[in-house]
């Protein structure tokens, strides 16, 4: 087994994944300000840390993504990513600098951060990250996603994921297929199985390694206004069905993203997906806000109290462990 391969294993094996708590400042800040608390570098880093040293690290979360200023900060004596790596998870980041305007289609977006990429991954490396994420993002009308920003975004996709590699981590290859519109999840279907296969084959020209990629897809969903929505069943269908059709054996394994689903809602399509996994990958989880929302709000109203942070952070995330191996229930979920 190869180096990269042995990592993606290690991340999402055995009902782990990954702790998505890469939010740029800009988006922490509006996180931070929703459940009224001060977004400066102390109370980013606090509730952070707060789940990075919960007791669920160990068994429910193989990775962490982080964002540059995080990876750059110390716990006392300890470096942050020492904190993840005792927990026995493994430290990821985020290299793109974000989604700005596509040239030539400027209702849609195009992923930047690849000038100077090389030396910011080994400036990564040294800090201690093993693997790393980038988002392309893709919105959904009659006329979009076009041609063109599927093309631009997986070619940017593929660029990032080979010189990841060159630099001995695993890249995740994020496209997100948006769930803001009215569209069905039929058209999402359709557009994210398109979105999927121009990755891969973008990622084939430029020689990277399948076997040490995680796939960070969204579920198959109906847009988010439109009025018919499927139940969980149909999305796992769906899902199912678009990776299978879409997603080359060799990759390890997927994560997907929860994209604005709740908390409960992420927990119960993945644990369906699951149950039904008719391929071979892993499908687990590489949730932000379906893992964050139910402990940030509760520390944001007592943010001394980190065992009860945690405390909330340690079901959700022993709930999308369970789901993510087909055993989650309601009835589980209401134990508290
Ligand atoms: P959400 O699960 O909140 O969609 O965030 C995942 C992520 O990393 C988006 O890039």
Redesign the pocket.
């Known amino acids: 087994m190869n180096e990269l391969n042995k990592i993606s294993l290690q991340i999402l094996s055995g009902g782990k994944g990954i702790l998505?708590a890469?939010e740029s400042t800009g988006t922490m800040t509006k996180r931070l300000e929703s459940v009224n608390v001060p977004s400066n570098e102390k109370n980013r880093l606090s509730f952070r840390k707060a789940l990075f040293s919960s007791e669920s690290m160990k068994n429910c979360i193989g990775g962490v993504?982080l964002y540059d200023e995080t990876i750059k900060q110390t716990d006392g004596s300890k470096s942050i990513t020492e904190l993840i790596n005792e927990n026995g998870a493994v430290a990821g980041i985020k290299v793109d600098t974000g989604a700005k305007t596509l040239s030539g289609s400027p209702e849609e977006k195009i992923t930047e951060g690849l000038d100077g990429l090389r030396e910011r991954l080994k400036e990564y490396y040294k800090l201690g990250a093993r693997f790393t994420?980038w988002?392309g993002v893709y919105n959904i009308s009659e006329t979009y996603p076009s041609k063109l920003c599927i093309h631009s975004n997986a070619h940017a996709l593929a660029r990032y994921a080979s010189l990841v590699q060159e630099c001995g981590m695993v890249p995740i290859v994020?496209p997100?297929v948006l769930m803001d519109g009215d569209h069905s999840a039929d058209v999402c279907y359709k557009k994210t199985s398109e979105v999927i296969k121009r990755c891969f084959e973008e990622l084939v020209i430029h020689k990277v390694d399948l076997s040490g990629v995680i796939l960070?897809p969204n579920m198959i969903l109906d847009g988010a206004k439109s009025k018919k929505k499927i139940n969980s069943e149909e999305v796992a269908d769906l899902t199912l069905k678009c990776l299978n059709e879409s997603v080359p054996k060799e990759i390890p394994g997927i994560a997907f993203?929860?994209?604005?689903q709740s908390e409960v809602q992420a927990t119960e399509n993945l644990n369906l997906i699951n149950k039904k996994n008719n391929t071979n990958f892993i499908m687990t989880y590489?949730?932000?806000?379906?893992l964050q929302q139910g402990a940030l709000k509760y520390w944001s109203k007592n943010i001394e109290d980190i065992t009860g942070t945690q405390k909330v952070f340690n079901h959700r995330a022993n709930m999308c462990s369970l789901a993510a191996k087909g055993k989650w229930s309601k009835e589980l979920e209401l134990q508290n």
């Not at 993203?257 to 604005?260: A, D, E, Q």
């Not at 590489?286 to 379906?290: E, H, K, L, N």
Request: positive net charge; hydrophobic residues 25%; without cysteine.
């Open positions: 998505a890469d993504i994420k988002r994020e997100e960070k993203l929860s994209g604005g590489s949730y932000g806000r379906a």
